[in-house]
């Protein structure tokens, strides 16, 4: 009987890791069942293969992703080790990385799934933010926040308001800082367009564009979540970004900035 334990969870393993090492998607048990069937002959119930996968090899059965079909093209793979290759020792250094983007906000009720009854609306009640807010914030690694809340749609026009207050905040704060600074700002056009590009020149300021897709590596992202889990979600609900808990507490406001 152990025998045969051992090896069904050897054959088990031999196809979820081939349907891994391959970035098949393994969408259900039944796919690994079939694919056991074909390859091996053998006849594996589905909760032994189940429970093969989740106590054995730790794996879980998670909500997905959906990422655009060009997020993992090999133009943006290439892009994404470039970049790490040059933030890596940045880091290293100890220069200071100010990371800046926008989010926005346009509601306090993050609810997204419950349980009622299958006759039941399932429904809950809006709390809408009227009209939205977007926030645009700086980050640096010392743990500095800056930021300022607008009702504007952001584009080069807003972020060049912004980064100049942000600038004139840092000379007071930080006479010479430019010297070991670097902007970092992720792909999108209001970041990368003609007008910025030729106001980072005419700064001689360091700029760092990072990656396509590389949400995972921008630190402003855990700031933004962090923000949306507390005092503007009251009830706590998940809001599918990721939430550094000690970049909460122990990150320094610096200061507020209203153009």
């Known amino acids: 009987m152990e025998k045969e334990r051992t090896r069904d969870y050897e054959v088990v393993e031999e196809v979820v890791s081939d349907l891994l090492q391959r970035s098949i998607p393994i969408e259900n048990a039944a796919k690994v069942k079939q694919e056991v ?27 997905v992703k959906k990422v655009p079909i060009q997020g993992n093209s ?21 220069r200071r990385v100010i990371n800046i983007d926008e989010s926005w906000l346009n509601e306090t009720n993050f609810t997204r799934k419950m ?9 809950v009640t809006q709390r809408m933010v009227t009209p939205r807010l977007a926030i645009i914030a700086a980050l640096d690694t010392e743990g500095r926040v800056y930021f300022t809340l607008t009702h504007a749609n952001t584009d080069s026009d807003v972020m060049l308001v912004f980064l100049r207050h942000l600038m004139r905040h840092l000379d007071r704060e930080s006479p010479g800082w430019a010297e070991e600074a670097v902007f970092l700002y992720d792909g999108a056009r209001y970041h990368t367009s003609e007008m910025m590009r030729d106001y980072f020149r005419k700064l001689q300021v360091s700029v760092m564009f990072s990656g396509p897709y590389s949400y995972a590596a921008a630190p402003i992202e855990l700031l933004f979540g962090g923000l949306k889990l507390g005092e503007l979600n009251p009830e706590r609900q998940p809001t599918g970004k990721k939430v550094s808990t000690s970049l909460l507490f122990h990150s320094k406001i610096a200061d507020i900035l209203i153009p």
Do not use: F, N
């Open 74 to 94: 090999e133009r943006c793979l290439v892009l994404r080790q470039q970049y790490a290759l040059e933030m890596l020792p940045l880091l290293k250094s100890g």
């Open 115 to 123: 349980w009622c009854p299958s006759d039941a609306a399932g429904t």
């Open 37 to 63: 069937q074909r390859q091996h002959d053998v006849e594996i119930s589905l909760p032994k293969i189940k429970l093969t996968m989740k106590k054995e090899l730790g794996l879980g059965y998670r909500r």
